[in-house]
């Protein structure tokens, strides 16, 4: 259970009355007897959210947004405004970034960089390359040195994370194919050193994501903090950029418990002074607090049935657009909002076309048991035509999801604007 949370609410997520009537102009675009699907996007709780975690950071930070989280085009440009810069992990992402925001600072990091996606990042003359590997460090100097071109590079690392309490992922601190390992620092060193258009910028470290605790992220700030002083002592470097990576998490099982970002970052600011580091800037790259309370999914039920004893509700659509419970499996929160069937049914009602008070296993249309959204639901009342609105549904949702099995339609986007 984490330590210290906090309820703001620009982070709970959108309001009922919002989403029903964002589910009605969906209606209204549609054909009379259109059975919903739909992502449901807040984009101006998004932004209230977004100036919110920038504004309580100390001077020397940075926001970026990691990309992976959600790349549509509505979330980057509700966020080009507010954060500093983009994370790219693909040389897909950073040609679509780049595209929609030519003007914002770019960032390019993640394993297995092809040499066309880092020739492209020299190209585009980009902040800063976030280099995995001895390899890409000496194809990256290669490639400078071919082009003539400078480049700004952050050492990807991994470090030991012992004394650190883990998460349920972890990047780093034991074998991975993420970052150059500690050991190989002095190789890297040396690779830098003879190539001149390389400048190393910073070190970057991104080892735990899912992160809900406070105290824990702090202590893992400040063994990046110790990492990175010692390194330039050691080393005799002179650097003025640390990135911290991103990690911090959604409680899915609690989602009215948020990381208290305000506490976080009044206790990074006292680490900063501690540690001397007010001049050196600290970069974040933060994706899935971001922007996963401005989404949800909502399913308009299609059936109700009970199978060997057990309620199941099938509803419009399924893990092939919303993919997060099954990639996190865990249950993942929902509320229940009437349909407009409610209030004008045609259909025969029979027994098995409502719930009240039941468990219930919410499923979509896909013909595989694995297509499960929450299993074992307590309803207080359902029926045919009612939406299951899954809450926290803006990052990794669907963008992780496999779109094309069963050749369902898409969900429709729908962007709730001021
Ligand atoms: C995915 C990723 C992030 C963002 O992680 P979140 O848990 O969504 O904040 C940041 N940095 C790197 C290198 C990543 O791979």
């Given at each position: 259970?984490?330590?210290n949370t906090q309820t703001?609410?620009?982070?709970?997520g959108?309001?009922?009355a919002?989403?029903a009537q964002?589910i009605d102009t969906?209606?209204?675009?549609?054909?009379p007897?259109?059975?919903v699907?739909?992502y449901?996007?807040?984009?101006?709780?998004?932004?209230?959210?977004?100036?919110h975690l920038?504004?309580a950071?100390p001077?020397?930070c940075?926001?970026?947004?990691?990309?992976?989280a959600n790349?549509?085009a509505?979330?980057?440009a509700t966020?080009a405004?507010v954060?500093h810069g983009?994370?790219a992990?693909s040389?897909?992402?950073?040609?679509?970034?780049h595209?929609?925001?030519?003007?914002m600072?770019?960032?390019f990091?993640?394993?297995?960089?092809l040499?066309?996606?880092?020739s492209r990042?020299i190209?585009l003359?980009?902040?800063?390359?976030h280099v995995e590997?001895?390899t890409e460090?000496?194809r990256l100097a290669?490639?400078?040195a071919?082009?003539q071109a400078?480049?700004?590079i952050?050492?990807?690392m991994?470090?030991?994370?012992e004394g650190?309490a883990q998460t349920?992922?972890?990047?780093g601190?034991?074998?991975t194919?993420?970052?150059?390992?500690?050991?190989?620092?002095?190789?890297?060193?040396d690779?830098?050193?003879?190539?001149?258009?390389?400048?190393?910028?910073g070190?970057h470290f991104?080892l735990?994501?899912?992160?809900?605790?406070?105290?824990?992220?702090l202590a893992l700030?400040a063994?990046?903090?110790?990492?990175f002083k010692?390194w330039?002592?050691?080393y005799c470097l002179?650097l003025?950029l640390?990135?911290?990576g991103?990690?911090i998490?959604v409680?899915y099982?609690n989602?009215?418990?948020?990381?208290d970002w305000?506490a976080?970052?009044?206790?990074l600011a006292?680490?900063?002074?501690?540690?001397?580091l007010t001049?050196?800037?600290i970069?974040f790259e933060?994706?899935?607090?971001v922007?996963?309370?401005a989404g949800c999914?909502v399913?308009?039920?299609l059936?109700?049935?009970?199978n060997?004893?057990?309620?199941?509700?099938?509803?419009?659509g399924?893990t092939?657009?919303?993919r997060?419970?099954a990639?996190q499996?865990?249950?993942?929160?929902?509320?229940?909002?009437?349909g407009?069937r409610?209030?004008?049914?045609?259909?025969t009602?029979?027994?098995?076309?409502r719930?009240?008070?039941q468990?219930?296993?919410?499923?979509?249309?896909l013909?595989?048991p694995?297509d499960?959204?929450?299993?074992r639901?307590?309803?207080?009342?359902?029926?045919?035509?009612d939406?299951l609105?899954?809450?926290?549904?803006?990052a990794?949702?669907?963008n992780?999801s496999?779109?094309?099995f069963l050749?369902?339609?898409p969900?429709?986007?729908?962007f709730i604007?001021?």
């Amino acid at each position: 259970m984490p330590t210290n949370t906090q309820t703001s609410p620009a982070q709970v997520g959108i309001n009922r009355a919002r989403i029903a009537q964002a589910i009605d102009t969906i209606l209204a675009g549609q054909a009379p007897d259109t059975q919903v699907c739909a992502y449901i996007y807040d984009l101006q709780g998004l932004e209230a959210h977004a100036r919110h975690l920038v504004a309580a950071l100390p001077d020397n930070c940075e926001f970026y947004y990691a990309a992976k989280a959600n790349p549509e085009a509505r979330i980057l440009a509700t966020l080009a405004p507010v954060v500093h810069g983009f994370e790219a992990a693909s040389g897909g992402e950073l040609d679509w970034l780049h595209a929609c925001h030519p003007e914002m600072p770019l960032i390019f990091g993640g394993p297995g960089k092809l040499i066309s996606e880092l020739s492209r990042a020299i190209d585009l003359g980009i902040e800063a390359i976030h280099v995995e590997s001895l390899t890409e460090l000496r194809r990256l100097a290669a490639l400078c040195a071919q082009k003539q071109a400078s480049c700004r590079i952050l050492l990807r690392m991994n470090i030991s994370l012992e004394g650190i309490a883990q998460t349920r992922l972890t990047m780093g601190g034991k074998p991975t194919p993420f970052g150059i390992d500690a050991e190989d620092l002095g190789a890297a060193i040396d690779i830098i050193a003879a190539a001149p258009q390389l400048t190393l910028a910073g070190f970057h470290f991104h080892l735990m994501s899912h992160q809900l605790d406070v105290q824990r992220h702090l202590a893992l700030i400040a063994l990046y903090f110790a990492t990175f002083k010692r390194w330039c002592r050691e080393y005799c470097l002179d650097l003025g950029l640390l990135n911290v990576g991103g990690g911090i998490g959604v409680d899915y099982a609690n989602p009215e418990q948020v990381f208290d970002w305000p506490a976080f970052c009044a206790g990074l600011a006292r680490l900063i002074e501690e540690a001397q580091l007010t001049g050196v800037k600290i970069r974040f790259e933060c994706g899935r607090f971001v922007t996963a309370a401005a989404g949800c999914y909502v399913m308009e039920v299609l059936d109700i049935k009970k199978n060997h004893g057990e309620w199941f509700v099938i509803a419009h659509g399924g893990t092939h657009h919303f993919r997060t419970p099954a990639a996190q499996n865990h249950d993942h929160p929902f509320m229940v909002l009437p349909g407009v069937r409610r209030r004008q049914s045609t259909e025969t009602e029979g027994d098995d076309t409502r719930l009240v008070r039941q468990q219930a296993t919410l499923v979509g249309q896909l013909c595989t048991p694995k297509d499960v959204l929450a299993r074992r639901q307590h309803i207080e009342a359902l029926q045919l035509g009612d939406y299951l609105v899954f809450t926290h549904a803006g990052a990794y949702a669907w963008n992780i999801s496999h779109q094309h099995f069963l050749m369902h339609a898409p969900p429709v986007m729908h962007f709730i604007e001021s």
